[in-house]
């Protein structure tokens, strides 16, 4: 085998770097050349500390390797009946009753237990979780949930939504007067809803929720809508020549029970003590959808500002529910360029 002269060099290095070892007590086994070599070994003693080992006359318990074997810990045996012990509470929910799981086929009106109204309350943390409502029952003399007295209760109506931040649009009053010169047009900035709903609130960024298509302030309510590319939504413009009827669905989670039905219908009223201008508060801003945007080779996808609806009728029995609505501001729309570009999508 030819040895090159950087092997040479290499091994006479080594030769002298071992000289000096030897001279300082280092022996040559304990820093291994190799440093797969040293993995190797590290594997092979630990398997075999765990292999054996042996009891000096101490009677304490060591490895092969002379290492002191750790005692293993003792484990500790749960109670037969641990699982029937009850829960810790916090001090806050040692007052109120246990949580207790309402059937599916529960009516309103009727609910086992001595109850009264005011000591129902509804638990959002589990409803969200679970997605069925349970109410905190108390019960006195540690009664039975399965006790056969009925008594016919009413339970309060309770809102089920967190209560909303400061900042939230809810909370806020919207400045509708700025939306007046914009009447059939594209709003500044209106390419998505947080354009929208800043352009009437300048001085605090709203907070809301993007994923839904009504949106409330604490004065109005704006109905964020989608048209369609041939009119495959169901949400329809209907022409009255001299007047413009729209139908608008709700989301289909929406509960006929929901707080948002009657403050839509409130809104969408006459109200003669509104601002000066605005006696309807529930306005509609329409954009094309995503998908009819390449269809119909539009150059934009903001949302246009159809104006202020007034309250026709709805239809809670169907689901999703609908609301029927007359354009207020219809004699401002029909000379509108851009609200006309919509009306063409449902056309092609």
């Known amino acids: 085998m030819v040895v090159s002269a950087y092997e040479e060099e290499r091994m006479a290095r080594m030769a002298e770097n071992k000289k000096i070892m030897m001279s300082l007590g280092i022996e040559d086994n304990m820093i291994p050349l190799d440093p797969l070599q040293s993995r190797r070994r590290e594997k092979k003693s630990s398997s075999v500390a765990e292999g054996g080992g042996h009891c000096d006359l101490s009677g304490e318990s060591t490895t092969e390797a002379g290492n002191k074997r750790l005692p293993a810990k003792k484990k500790l045996k749960r109670e037969e009946d641990w699982d029937m012990e009850p829960l810790r509470r916090s001090t806050r929910l040692r007052t109120r009753g246990e949580l207790v799981s309402l059937p599916d086929d529960w009516k309103e009106g009727t609910f086992r237990g001595d109850v009264s109204d005011d000591e129902l309350a509804t638990d959002h943390k589990r409803q969200r979780s679970t997605g069925k409502r349970a109410v905190y029952v108390k019960r006195e003399n540690g009664g039975d949930e399965h006790d056969d007295d009925v008594k016919e209760v009413t339970p309060s109506i309770v809102e089920d939504r967190k209560p909303a931040s400061s900042d939230s649009s809810r909370n806020l009053h919207a400045d509708l007067h700025l939306l007046e010169p914009v009447v059939g047009r594209r709003v500044p900035g209106g390419h998505v809803k947080a354009g929208v709903m800043e352009?009437?609130?300048?001085?605090?960024?709203?907070?809301?929720?993007?994923?839904?298509?009504?949106?409330?302030?604490?004065n109005a309510i704006f109905l964020m809508m989608n048209i369609a590319y041939g009119n495959s939504y169901a949400n329809t413009f209907i022409d009255m020549d001299s007047r413009m009827q729209v139908t608008y669905y709700l989301s289909e989670k929406t509960k006929p029970e929901a707080p948002i039905i009657p403050k839509l219908v409130k809104f969408s009223k006459y109200n003669g003590e509104?601002?000066?201008?605005?006696?309807?508060?529930?306005?509609?801003?329409?954009?094309?959808?995503?998908?009819?945007?390449?269809?119909?080779?539009?150059?934009?996808?903001?949302?246009?500002?159809?104006?202020?609806?007034?309250?026709?009728?709805?239809?809670?029995?169907?689901c999703p529910i609908e609301f029927l609505f007359e354009l207020v501001d219809y004699a401002a729309l029909k000379k509108s360029p851009d609200f006309q570009a919509l009306l063409d999508l449902l056309k092609e």
Not at 200 to 208: D, H, L, T
Not at 210 to 216: A, L, N, S
Not at 275 to 292: I, N
Not at 302 to 311: E, I, P, T
């Open 274 to 318: 509104a601002d000066k201008g605005q006696p309807f508060s529930v306005h509609l801003f329409c954009r094309p959808a995503p998908e009819s945007v390449k269809l119909a080779n539009l150059d934009n996808s903001d949302y246009v500002y159809c104006g202020r609806l007034k309250f026709l009728k709805n239809d809670v029995s169907r």
């Open 199 to 218: 352009f009437v609130s300048p001085k605090c960024r709203p907070k809301f929720s993007k994923y839904v298509g009504v949106q409330e302030w604490k």
